[in-house]
């Protein structure tokens, strides 16, 4: 135990569950399932979530596809210890076999970092969610909240260059970020990855994006794409019936 007050709650209408930190640290929500669904799989496959928190988006791709292997990697002692306890609740036991958790930097390169666990050329899907605030930007003083979400200046260019170590040729790169990121991904992608497809995230039609979808191919030579919109919500505080089957596990957001 963490002596950090926490909850636990449910995802995918109940399919598996995740113990959160509460009044601190960084809490999942939709940003999580939605990047999970940018996952599919035809048979067996190996997922990598980088920067996993205590394991949201990658328990949602295994609670999804049946035939999916996923490892959490997470620097923080503190939520990888949410994630390993996540994983022994009961409701999680049909996942329990199939998601594991490594206690590691994602920014490490070279022999480092695969003596943390992180071999080359190993899974086909890396999946992320990664820290979307500026480290410029004023700081919370939670400690755990501040380490999920403020970023450094060079975190995209680590962070994916990381995924492309260890993803297969051919593999596919999935984040959710910020719109603002957009000039870094794409930059830190470079040569890595090709084919990439942008897909902006509306509150409500005509509003602008408060986030990006991105998938990328490793060694891909097809020109970027971006998109239609998804729109959030219709009428009201409901999804809109697409987004929904994405935020539920329902449906993938298959590449075009």
Not at 118 to 142: G, Q, S, Y
Request: with cysteine; proline share 5%.
């Amino acid at each position: 135990m963490t002596g950090i007050p926490e909850t636990v709650d449910a995802f995918h209408r109940g399919r598996f569950h995740l113990i959160q930190p509460l009044g601190q640290g960084h809490r999942s929500g939709m940003d999580a399932m939605l990047v999970a669904s940018l996952v599919s799989c035809r048979g067996a496959c190996r997922v990598a979530d980088l920067g996993a928190g205590a394991g949201a988006a990658g328990m949602a791709v295994a609670s999804r596809i049946e035939e999916a292997e996923v490892l959490l990697v997470e620097r923080s002692p503190v939520m990888a210890d949410f994630a390993r306890r996540s994983l022994a609740l009961p409701e999680n036991a049909h996942l329990a076999d199939r998601v594991s958790v490594l206690e590691a930097d994602v920014s490490l390169s070279g022999k480092a970092r695969t003596a943390a666990g992180l071999p080359d050329d190993t899974f086909d899907h890396v999946i992320m969610n990664p820290p979307f605030n500026d480290a410029a930007d004023r700081r919370t003083p939670d400690r755990l909240k501040a380490e999920a979400h403020a970023m450094s200046g060079d975190l995209f260019e680590a962070w994916i260059k990381t995924a492309g170590a260890i993803m297969k040729p051919g593999g596919q790169l999935s984040l959710i970020a910020r719109p603002e990121s957009i000039a870094g991904i794409i930059g830190a992608c470079g040569r890595r990855f090709g084919g990439l497809e942008i897909t902006p995230l509306l509150p409500r039609a005509g509003e602008n994006a408060v986030r990006i979808l991105v998938s990328a191919i490793k060694q891909s030579r097809k020109r970027l794409a971006l998109r239609a919109p998804l729109v959030m919500h219709g009428e009201g505080h409901r999804f809109s019936p697409e987004v929904d089957d994405l935020n539920n596990g329902r449906a993938a957001y298959h590449r075009r």
